[in-house]
């Protein structure tokens, strides 16, 4: 047992400190040595924990830091992340300025310590450090010192809770959106202190973007299941300008979360400039979705109202910006720029507020719905309608079949016969299929291939009160209602 240990093992650590010390300097590739030393070190910092001496942990820290150990010290590499935890809980505070220091002085030691990356630990240490940094703007220079190659697989996985039904939210997609806030906000200054029409940004903030967007898009691939990589993905190429990337991102992702209004406000505001329609057609699926908190759609609000007015639809305009205006008042009891702006307008002043605008929402978003969609509609035939049960079966073009409720769904039921144009959703051990988005079709018929002109004589069997025409089989009722004779020449439009 080497004399620094003896001494450690007796509690003579400010002893075992000096020798250690000296030892260090005489011997300095003594691995032994250097491990007995900063152990001593570990024991004296949880004795500034314990004494709530913070220069005191620090100086062993550093103490262990310029022994440069070998990463391959995993005992203590897996040791200390732990204790820089207790420590960083211990000194940190409500001022952001003295967290954001605090913060900054760990890492800077941390550079030269033997930590196991990636590690229960390492990810402990890290998680500490995102709460008590989100929200400030240091939070991606930190960030970026961190890097995003220390996480487990169990950092990407939602953690469950014990006696509660709700997961808290993995702790990659926390960082996500904690970085992409910051960064937008970060670009978003500099864009309005620089105004400019090119979207351009420092170029040590245009590294970063380029560096975290090939992070978060690995994410979105590896991770389909979360909710924000895309959204705040999204966000970011809008910032920048590149709106001609976000249709193709956000189009599946809309498609699942159809139901949130901000999925289709983020759609709107990234076809804005190239198409009011489009976008008002996209503000207005968002306003009809459920269930909003009417302090959160404020801004959607008088999105849509600017179109609107733009586009000669001022009594719908007033109504939203009526709304956003009584909203923000009695909420932050102010209005914004864009609502003072729109009021001030002579056509705010002739026209008339109405009760609300659903139906003109109703009436607008074709647009929106075709364009999320239209890509993945299939053509269906109505086969059949049970108007009892609101149940109508279906055949596509492959020659499979199904059933749907279009109860809600439709608001005049479907005939047999009818085409429409469909994005059918199959539900794994289910017979009954969901219809997520449906348009009447109006072309022609026999340029489908549920139909064909059909032209030749009918041929009725004696004592048959059917018939056939090529094959083509004549229903009785047919027969009937036509009057129809065995040998009769017959042109008709026969359905599949």
């Known amino acids: 047992m080497s004399d620094i240990r003896h001494l450690r093992n007796e509690g003579r650590l400010d002893e075992a400190y000096q020798l250690g010390k000296e030892l260090c300097a005489n011997e300095p590739d003594n691995i032994w040595v250097k491990r007995d030393f900063s152990w001593t070190c570990y024991d004296l910092m949880k004795l500034a924990i314990r004494d709530k001496d913070k220069t005191a942990f620090i100086v062993r820290l550093q103490d262990i830091a310029s022994l440069h150990l070998p990463k391959d010290e995993e005992i203590l590499g897996?040791?200390?992340?732990?204790?820089?935890?207790?420590?960083?809980?211990?000194?940190?505070?409500?001022?952001?300025?003295?967290?954001?220091?605090?913060v900054n002085q760990l890492l800077d030691i941390a550079q030269n310590l033997p930590l196991q990356i990636p590690s229960a630990g390492a990810s402990a240490l890290i998680n500490t450090i995102h709460r008590i940094i989100k929200g400030t703007s240091s939070y991606c220079d930190i960030l970026d010192k961190?890097?995003?190659?220390?996480?487990?697989?169990?950092?990407?996985?939602?953690?469950?809770?014990?006696?509660?039904?709700?997961?808290?939210?993995?702790?990659?997609?926390?960082?996500?959106?904690?970085?992409?806030?910051?960064?937008?906000?970060?670009?978003?200054n500099q864009q309005t202190h620089n105004y400019n029409p090119e979207h351009t940004i420092e170029p040590s903030t245009q590294k970063r973007l380029d560096t975290f967007l090939l992070w978060i898009t690995w994410l979105i691939e590896q991770h389909p299941e979360y909710t924000y990589p895309i959204y705040y993905k999204a966000r970011l190429l809008l910032r920048i300008g590149k709106q001609?990337?976000?249709?193709?991102?956000?189009?599946?992702?809309v498609q699942k979360k159809a139901k949130e209004f901000w999925v289709w406000q983020l759609l709107g505001e990234s076809v804005q400039q190239q198409d009011k329609s489009l976008a008002l057609s996209c503000f207005c699926k968002a306003l009809?979705?459920?269930?909003?908190?009417?302090?959160?759609?404020?801004?959607?609000?008088?999105?849509?109202?600017?179109?609107?007015?733009?586009?000669?639809?001022?009594?719908?305009?007033?109504?939203?910006?009526?709304?956003?205006e009584n909203v923000r008042l009695s909420s932050w009891g102010k209005t914004s720029k864009l609502s003072q702006k729109l009021k001030s307008s002579e056509w705010y002043h002739r026209a008339n507020a109405q009760k609300d605008n659903k139906n003109f929402y109703t009436a607008h978003c074709d647009l929106a719905e075709s364009l999320i969609y239209a890509s993945n509609k299939e053509l269906i035939?109505?086969?059949?309608?049970?108007?009892?049960?609101?149940?109508?079966?279906?055949?596509?073009?492959?020659?499979?079949?199904?059933?749907?409720?279009?109860?809600?769904?439709?608001?005049?039921?479907?005939?047999?016969?009818?085409?429409?144009?469909?994005?059918?959703?199959?539900?794994?051990?289910?017979?009954?299929?969901?219809?997520?988005?449906?348009?009447?079709?109006?072309?022609?018929?026999?340029?489908?291939?549920?139909?064909?002109?059909?032209d030749g004589k009918i041929k009725i069997s004696n004592g048959k009160n059917f018939g056939f025409i090529n094959q083509v089989f004549i229903a009785p009722s047919l027969i009937q209602k036509e009057k129809l004779s065995n040998g009769q020449q017959v042109s008709s439009l026969a359905m599949r």
């Open 78 to 102: 897996n040791a200390l992340p732990w204790i820089m935890r207790q420590w960083l809980l211990q000194n940190t505070n409500n001022n952001p300025v003295d967290n954001i220091n605090t």
């Open 146 to 188: 961190i890097g995003f190659n220390w996480m487990r697989a169990e950092d990407y996985q939602p953690l469950s809770i014990e006696n509660q039904r709700n997961k808290i939210m993995s702790l990659a997609e926390q960082i996500c959106i904690a970085y992409s806030k910051t960064l937008l906000q970060e670009i978003e």
């Open 244 to 253: 001609d990337q976000i249709i193709q991102l956000l189009t599946p992702f």
């Open 288 to 324: 009809s979705c459920p269930a909003q908190k009417e302090a959160m759609i404020v801004n959607l609000r008088e999105s849509a109202a600017e179109i609107m007015a733009q586009q000669g639809f001022f009594n719908e305009a007033r109504t939203e910006i009526d709304t956003a």
């Open 381 to 454: 035939l109505i086969t059949y309608v049970n108007s009892e049960k609101n149940i109508a079966n279906f055949l596509k073009e492959n020659d499979k079949n199904g059933f749907f409720s279009y109860r809600n769904l439709f608001k005049i039921p479907p005939m047999i016969g009818e085409l429409y144009e469909a994005v059918i959703q199959e539900s794994p051990g289910k017979l009954i299929s969901i219809i997520k988005w449906h348009r009447k079709w109006d072309g022609k018929p026999q340029e489908t291939p549920f139909y064909k002109i059909i």
